[in-house]
């Protein structure tokens, strides 16, 4: 089934019919009105929530639970496993349409809510939309202190609700049902506001959401929320051309704004009229669409190599639609042209202002081709000596990676690297591959050909382990077609198989490709370089001597496990026996788990960048202290752009 296909028919009321009312919980209420309303954006109208997510406790099983039975023709339920599980599905989701829909989603009072809230700090984070409605304790109070509630010692209105704020874009408590007819369009206002949208709670006491109103007819009316393309303003434009025409070596970062914005085409022109290097961000991954001789690959911790050279030189950057984590800026070193100047894309004037860039606060695609024709205009075009040394850049890079990568080395099981390169032969136009923590995210941004349609969603805003099957769920729901491969360490897949049962009681078919590595690989890697000593990250038995992890591997049968929940499942120890199951997967209609044997310490080579993880100032090893060291002197390359 596709919900985005799911469209209601339209309500309309007479003039007299709008001034009358109908008595509805605020439960129902909620209901009716999320099945009237729409996005609509560049002309296509879609429902804004096609569906609601929930589990049920006693905190919304007799409300929401009933009003979905009784009044929920057009707003189809799903069961979830886990409520954090539920909003990464929503997340996924929402990604997959670029923000023009979401998913709701219920829980309970109290453990059910703040099983949201992790959920929902990956929703805002990454700028995602999503619509929590966590159960309440009690409005009235009459009946004391209820199950699941924290009673707060100083506090008497707070409950764990609470947690919520902070990771939300909008939050907003219900203690009468007549307080929906203003949270319920500020709600729908913040999801479609490409500047403001995020986790948006709206959290419903228990008593409160069975409890009757009488709404007004006109509540329920269809309402179409336009997602607006923000015009830059022109003179930020030719503030911005100034700098284009006198920088000998331009560069731009791609964010996530840009597939947000659907700014492909006018990047790709700017970028070959005035011949600037794109890096892309993780969230900007497959912002350059076909290959390019342009084209740098992945920016700063994570990065190409080749990236990262070309934007140490760079003396103007030009950042559209990112938030400039420090995954991206390596800590603010990367940038190592003593004039270097930024110039910034975006929506939000927050992300807009970082680095202290002159800022061209637009949509992506307006403001890259307001910038293309004044360009234009002022008659910028390619140098030829930064051509030649983006084309020198990307030659040793793709040189390296057929020499250190893409090869077998003896005695060992398949690298991460290997596995990569045949998914990504695998892959095809309209295939998506989802990923957000351990060694995954970063080796795709590395190495993964995101060109001729073969989709890459990485959420790397919050890295939230366990966030990526049921995120492949959410694009699966957004996209029938094409294969969507969940690309997971075996810590993740043990964090957070169990929405495969969702999977099967769904017919969402995802592709789980699971690296087993035998342990958090990539935080292990981190404390070799940065502690230099292995502890606590490998899945091995205690060791009765050392009393530590240091014992033999772990034996876990994850095909088995995956079986158990529907999937079909695959051992992989060689690249033949990897080729063959993702040519079976693609013709299976089950979800399928293919495990393949990884080698646990084989690792990309580095992105050649300073990142700010610091050594313990003290310790009584040597090999520690010499890091520290390195480290100290890695933090001069650390700069300050205002
Ligand atoms: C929920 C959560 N907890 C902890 C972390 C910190 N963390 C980042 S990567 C990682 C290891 C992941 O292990 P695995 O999935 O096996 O991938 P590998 O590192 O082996 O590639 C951990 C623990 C995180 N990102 N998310
Ligand atoms: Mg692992």
Redo the contacts with the bound molecule.
Sequence with gaps: MNPVATASSPVESSAEDRDKSVRLTAAQALVRFLQTQYSEFEGIRVRLIPAMFGIFGHGNVTSLGQALFEDGADLPYYQARNEQSMVHTAVGFARATRRRSTLACTSSIGPGATNMV?GAATATINRLPVLLLPGDIYATRRQGNVLQQLEHAVSADVSVNDCLRPVSRFFDRISRPEQLLAALPEAMRVLTDPAETGAVTIALPQDVSTEAYPFPIRFFEERTWRIERRPPHPASIREAVELLKTAARPAIIAGGGVHYSEAWDALRALSNACGIPVAETFAGKGSVREDSPLLLGGVGLEGTPAGNRVLREADLVLCVGTRLSDFVTASRSLFQHPGVRFLSINVSGHDAAKLGALTILADARLGLEALAAAAREAGVSPRPPHQSAVADARLQWSERLSREVFVQAPGEAMS?GQLIGILNQAAQAGDTVVAA????PGDLLKIWDATGGRNCQIEFGY????HEIPAGLGVRMAQPEGEVYVF??????L?NPTELVTATQEDLKVTVVV?E?H??????RLQLARVGRSFG?EFRVRDRASNRLEGPYLQIDFAKNAESMGARAWRIRTIAELRLALEDARTETRSCVIVVETEKHRFLPGSEVWWDAAPPEISRDPETTRLRTEYEQGLRTQRYFG
Excluded at 437 to 440: E, M
Excluded at 488 to 493: L, M, Q, R, V
Excluded at 519 to 524: A, M, S
């Design positions: 992790t991460q923590a351990g060694g995954p890295s939230c382990m366990g997971i360490g075996d810590g993740t897949y964090m690296a590595n342990g958090f690989q990539v935080i292990r990250n």
